[in-house]
């Protein structure tokens, strides 16, 4: 039998029961037959999730005043549902009802609670995430995915992320630490304590394998590394970079692979429901992390859930969480499921990203997205990747940088304008600049 990576660490909390205790030994069994949940027939899955989404629904229904009301005005007399299509019976979360309120969804005696979260709150108040410290350490390790992640201890995790209220960095921390006994280097992004060049000295000194990190700061590490005389691919040799709290294209993405010399694989999550999907070798879309949540499509206006190939809004019910568990949460976010037909053999759904519903871009009579926007402009090899789209009463301003280009800006412009004219029909001004600043919060490239 093939050796199987194990978790270097096993945790248990002191006095502690609940209602996700029985799915230890759904996973110790895959683990003792030499599985993951990554390759199980997909029928396997489904049992797992409607067993899952009935131990919450029952833990909400007996914990939460809120959840129970709003699942007794849907006609439930149980908190149970009989096949996974019944899912779409159960009420959706939306932002706007949690915004602010810390105590909404809680599911725990606060005294419970070992960590909490926050999202920025750029749209509004901000929303808390309250995770107990089985939530953390011990349900949120027990699915395996170890075709998508082959980190090990013999890695170097640099995890330039924010640990200030938000999940990413603590979450990826546990991640490599318990999960992998990978040594971490928690840089963050450009704090007092971490500036760019300190980060990326202790980069080159630990040997770091693996850069964890949004696209903008993997982009703006490149381009300090110059500054400071580091060279990537000698001084700092990766072999792998996760991107994840920002979108980006595939041809941003295959652009830093070139610059740091390494795969580059998308992660795909959030504060409120963790990780939700991430990119295998082959680059054809997220698996669907489906032991952790159970992810559908919905139709933005009428909530009808979409099948298979159809786009629309992403909808998580998380599996694992006692804490604060959300349950058909709209994430606002677009995207596509398929079954998976993926060469890397994984069996979980795919899920493709479209971006955020309130970031698309209304031009003409057409809505693009930003990603497909930047996809294109990322085709030429001339063009930096520092950029912003300007859209003004349905016309669109692209200001642009250069990128090791002899053309002059006239030249540029004229290009870039010719190229999304000829691949996507856009007719848009185009600006060159040599100072879009640069930033260490997510980066902003769409103004409306």
């Known amino acids: 039998m093939e050796n199987f990576q194990t978790h270097k660490m096993t945790v248990s ?17 895959l683990d003792d037959q030499g599985k993951t949940i990554e390759n199980l027939p997909h029928e396997k899955i489904e049992e797992y999730q409607l067993k899952a989404i009935n131990a919450t629904l029952e ?5 939460n005043e809120y959840y129970r009301s709003r699942l007794e005005e849907a006609g439930f007399t149980e908190p149970k549902i009989d096949h996974l299509e019944q899912l779409a019976t159960v009420p959706m ?6 915004r602010g309120d810390k105590e909404k969804i809680l599911c725990v005696e606060p005294k419970e609670i070992g960590q909490v979260h926050l999202t920025s709150g750029t749209s509004g108040k901000p929303i808390y995430t309250s995770y107990t410290l089985a939530d953390q350490y011990v349900y949120d390790l027990l699915p395996k995915y170890l075709e998508l992640f082959k980190e090990t201890e013999e890695d170097v995790a640099a995890i330039a992320l924010p640990y200030e209220f938000a999940l990413p ?5 546990r991640l490599f630490q318990f999960a992998f006994g990978t040594a971490v280097l928690s840089l963050g992004k450009g704090g007092y304590m971490a500036p760019v060049d300190k980060s990326l000295e202790l980069m080159k000194e630990y040997q770091a394998t693996v850069l964890t990190t949004t696209p903008s ?13 580091i060279e990537i691919g000698k001084d700092i040799k990766l072999k792998k970079i996760w991107l994840t709290g920002e979108g980006c294209s595939s041809t941003f993405r295959q652009r830093l692979e070139k610059w740091w010399g390494c795969e580059v694989s998308f992660f795909y999550g959030s504060t409120e429901c963790g990780v939700i999907g991430v990119e295998c070798s082959k680059h054809q879309g997220y698996h669907v992390m489906e032991g952790h949540i159970k992810l559908e499509i919905i139709d933005p206006d009428s909530g009808e859930v979409l099948p298979y ?3 629309g809004e992403i909808v998580v019910t998380t599996l694992l969480r006692e804490g604060m568990p959300m349950v058909r949460y709209r994430s606002g976010d677009l995207g596509k ?12 759904d795919v899920l493709e990203l479209r971006g955020r519903m309130e970031h698309m871009l209304r031009i003409g009579d057409e ?3 930003p990603f497909m926007i930047e996809h294109f402009l990322m085709e030429l090899p001339d063009v930096g990747l520092w950029y912003h789209l300007k859209l003004n009463k349905g016309e669109l301003t692209i200001e642009a940088e250069k990128f090791r280009t002899d053309l002059s800006d006239k030249k540029l412009a004229k290009k870039i304008r010719k190229h999304m004219k000829d691949r996507i029909g856009i007719d848009c001004n185009v600006v060159i600049r040599d100072d879009i600043p640069r930033t260490f919060g997510k980066a902003t490239r769409v103004f409306n």
């Open 59 to 63: 833990h909400v229904w007996n914990e």
């Open 367 to 369: 809505d693009y997205s």
């Open 217 to 229: 700061y993997a982009s703006l590490l490149a381009e300090e590394s110059e500054k400071y005389g």
């Open 169 to 173: 960095g603590l979450g990826f921390q």
């Open 13 to 29: 909390v002191d006095k502690h029961s609940s209602h996700l205790e029985q799915f230890k030994d759904f996973y110790k069994e």
């Open 309 to 311: 190939g159809q786009t």
């Open 337 to 348: 499921l398929q079954k998976s037909q993926c060469d890397c053999g994984i069996a979980l």
């Open 93 to 98: 979360l939306k932002k706007d009802a949690i």
